[in-house]
């Protein structure tokens, strides 16, 4: 009996040292669920915009599109729309559509690794995509006062880290978590991932240090960041609009991805 049990009990060490294994070597595969190639141009997926070329630091090229708005604002904003984890600019055309029917400019970014681009994602990566295309605004004679940074989940994280370099008019948090790892956590709550994630995502310890109106917009019923988390990242924001919340909404849910409380916020931000 007592080597039977003795048999169970390394097979479940073995088993855990196997899983912890994969999830340490595949993480990067598990974080960044890059999607393929949009299947329409720019022109086709949206009506009048074009795809531009960003070129980072590192020396990649990245595809984005670029949307302009038919009747635009009068001030002039342009929203810099950073990404989730998961799928291309294609499937952020529906956001743009109600942000440019509001009357801002859109820029679509897609990571490296994402929608057809080069290079693999990590989040040094990320931080010089979204850095590539807040620079191809300014170089295309946006000013740092008309531009909008506006994050999706893992995108919230992104821009946080760039608003703490960068100037801009404000910035809109759709879904934020306080880390990577707290998701993770929620995700995987037996395994150990604080130790095992190389990329770290520290949306809360770095929002304290943004000086620029920040609204947060969350889902009540989102089953991929807990709405506290993002109630938590609310409350730390030193200039607050908000938060928005989009009752009963999940974190795919249309009415968080591009609904009138989106939008609202976005409206919010940009008229403090």
Not at 80 to 98: C, E, H, I, K, Y
Not at 157 to 166: C, F, G, Q
Not at 238 to 244: E, R
Request: charged letters at 15%; a negative charge; aromatic letters at 6%.
């Amino acid at each position: 009996m007592l080597r039977r049990m003795g048999h169970v009990l390394l097979s479940l060490v073995v088993l855990i040292v196997v899983v912890v294994g994969a999830m340490w070597v595949f993480q990067r595969q598990l974080i960044y669920l890059a999607g393929g190639q949009p299947t329409s141009s720019a022109g086709e997926a949206l009506v009048g915009a074009s795809e531009w070329r960003i070129r980072t630091e590192d020396g990649l090229e990245l595809a984005s599109w670029f949307v302009p708005a038919p009747v635009p604002r009068p001030d002039g904003m342009t929203v810099l729309v950073a990404p989730g984890n998961a799928g291309n600019r294609a499937d952020r055309a529906p956001l743009a559509s109600a942000l440019v029917d509001a009357g801002f400019d859109v820029l679509l970014v897609d990571y490296r690794g994402y929608g057809g681009n080069p290079g693999s994602p990590t989040e040094a990566g990320l931080a010089l995509d979204v850095r590539a295309a807040y620079d191809a605004l300014r170089s295309r004679d946006v000013s740092a006062e008309e531009i909008l940074l506006f994050g999706e989940s893992l995108g919230a994280a992104v821009v946080t880290a760039l608003a703490t370099e960068v100037t801009a008019a404000g910035m809109v948090l759709r879904s934020p978590f306080s880390d990577l790892a707290s998701v993770a956590s929620d995700a995987y709550p037996v395994l150990p991932v604080r130790w095992l994630l190389w990329d770290e995502f520290p949306l809360l310890e770095q929002i304290g240090a943004v000086r620029i109106p920040v609204a947060v917009v969350y889902g009540t019923a989102d089953s991929i960041v807990d709405p506290e988390q993002s109630l938590q990242v609310a409350e730390a924001v030193p200039v607050s609009v908000g938060p928005f919340a989009v009752e009963g909404a999940d974190h795919n849910d249309s009415a968080l991805g591009f609904g009138p409380q989106v939008v609202a916020a976005v409206q919010a931000v940009a008229d403090a």
